[in-house]
């Protein structure tokens, strides 16, 4: 089997210099990846997780997000040397392209190939259209259909705009704009002080209402805790397609290789199968560290503040309306907090908290479907030739997106929460393996004038280490 084709030589295009509001049109990728890790962890399993446990397991969210922010930056450390996603660096790789194209796929469809979110949102929808939480058993015909519409609405949003990208990127800053400002209201108005010291303490792994340390509560679901850490932050795959989200964002030689347009509003543009790389001059060298200044900006400005407080916001309304210890893993915990609120507080309250839970799983749904649709794309766009013979990229993008569509109806019927604690759990073991390919493909294929510094490194194998242990323990608790 034919490997992929070596870069091509090419200038490193010349970076924005943005100020002020202007870096909200600069960073994309880092509030798409936000957008996904809010829909997953920071409303579903975070809050089961810390009403059953307590807010002291907080520093696993500050751990597994400084990782994955490691991670991310080295993932955009490929893309924007060489305009690839970094499943295409990873098919350049031994054993080879064919071996890693099946290996990435085959993970993006364990992990996120279940639209689960829908089926979650289904539940606030319920909530916001009946006023009451609906029974999983008797309704769940009803469920069903919602859930139904819920992805139909997603594969609509996928088929419009210019860039598909772009459009996610303009709903994920609606998104964390809304959903972090609409908790922050609610967590200032009725969240006691003492929960928000709970909360900030928690981070450090203290139990305040034991006055100790407590990093794993005894007897606790590793299930659950075990999905907690997989999805703080992104999770998995959904980190591994930010390298994607980079390339259409045009970061560094992305703008050199293409994207993917909509079909509705989009034109046909042209994809190249493979990447560049530029020479180490003094000029490419000053434009690498405007670009570099652009990676942080999008990933330590954006995605690691965000996330942190992506998970720290719900959980304080989730643990101060909901009764401590109780088991809220059940198909329709999207309208837990909702009832909750509602029934403590106003029925006003629980409306609009039911409101910001649908549309928080909508778009997540959507991020997964799109970001699945587009990873698998690339990978038979840049591994075969004869895909690329159908001449327009959208032409294989939709046609994934037709396949995704059609399991997607028929795994709508499969419970939510067991698939959102299966896939976390499937992103912590990804996470083991593409940390260290992470790591050699940026010390071993990029140019040594591109490799990442040593804390760095270090950074990696420790990733690998952290999430191999909780998977480990979650292995265990299974035996």
């Known amino acids: ?47 089961a997780t810390f009403v059953r446990h307590g807010l002291s397991l907080l520093w696993v969210t500050l751990v597994a997000v400084f990782f994955q922010t490691v991670f991310n930056t080295e993932l955009m450390r490929y893309t924007v040397a060489t305009g690839e996603p970094v499943v295409t660096g990873f098919m350049r790789t031994r054993p080879g392209k064919t071996f890693w194209a099946w290996f990435y796929a085959a993970l993006y469809f364990l992990q996120v190939g279940w639209p689960a979110w829908a089926s979650a949102a289904a539940a606030a929808l319920f909530f916001l259209c009946v006023g009451r939480m609906a029974d999983p058993v008797q309704e769940a015909h009803v469920l069903y259909g919602i859930g139904i519409g819920t992805f139909a609405a997603c594969i609509l949003v996928l088929a419009l705009g210019k860039r598909i990208a772009r459009t996610l990127e303009i709903l994920n800053w609606l998104l964390v704009s ?17 929960t928000w010291l709970a909360a900030l303490v928690g981070f450090t792994g203290f139990d305040l209402a034991h006055g100790r340390f407590t990093y794993l509560p005894e007897g606790a679901d590793m299930l659950l805790i075990g999905a907690l850490v997989g999805y703080s932050g992104g999770g998995g795959v959904l980190n591994i397609t930010l390298s994607n989200w980079a390339r259409d964002k045009g970061y560094g030689m992305g703008s050199r290789v293409g994207h993917i347009s909509g079909a509705i509003g989009g034109a046909k543009s042209h994809l190249a199968d493979t990447g560049f790389i530029f020479d180490a001059s003094a000029e490419n060298a000053r434009r690498w560290r405007g670009w570099w200044r652009i990676v942080r900006v999008d990933q330590w400005g954006i995605f690691f503040i965000g996330a942190l407080l992506g ?30 609120i ?39 766009w840049t591994g075969s030739a004869r895909v690329r013979k159908w001449g327009d990229v959208r032409a294989v993008y939709y046609s994934v997106l037709g ?24 992103a912590g073991m990804i996470f083991i393996i593409a940390s260290l390919h992470l790591l050699y493909l940026n010390t071993r294929v990029l140019p040594k004038e591109l490799r990442p510094p040593m804390w760095r490194r270090v950074a990696l194998v420790c990733m690998s280490l952290f999430y191999a242990f909780f998977v480990t323990l979650v292995v265990r608790s299974l035996l």
């Open 178 to 194: 809304v959903i972090l400002g609409g908790f922050l209201i609610l967590g200032l108005i009725y969240v006691p002080g003492g």
């Open 311 to 340: 998970m720290m916001l719900p959980a304080l309304l989730y643990v101060s309306f909901i009764t401590p210890g109780s088991n809220i893993k059940s198909s329709v915990i999207s309208a837990v907090l909702a009832n909750g």
């Open 1 to 47: 089997m034919k490997e992929l084709a070596p870069w091509a030589k090419a200038d490193l295009p010349e970076p924005p210099l943005p100020r002020g509001l202007q870096w909200i049109g600069i960073c994309g990728p880092g509030v798409i990846v936000l957008g996904v890790s809010i829909g997953s962890g920071e409303f579903l399993l975070g809050p």
């Open 403 to 426: 396949a995704v569509v059609v399991w997607g109806v028929i795994a709508l019927k499969l419970p939510p929460m067991a698939l959102l604690q299966m896939g976390a759990n499937i």
């Open 342 to 380: 509602g029934t403590a507080a106003t029925p006003v309250l629980g409306v609009i908290v039911a409101l910001l839970g649908a549309w928080i799983l909508f778009k997540t749904q959507l991020d997964v479907v799109e970001g699945l649709t587009r990873s698998v794309t690339d990978i038979l």
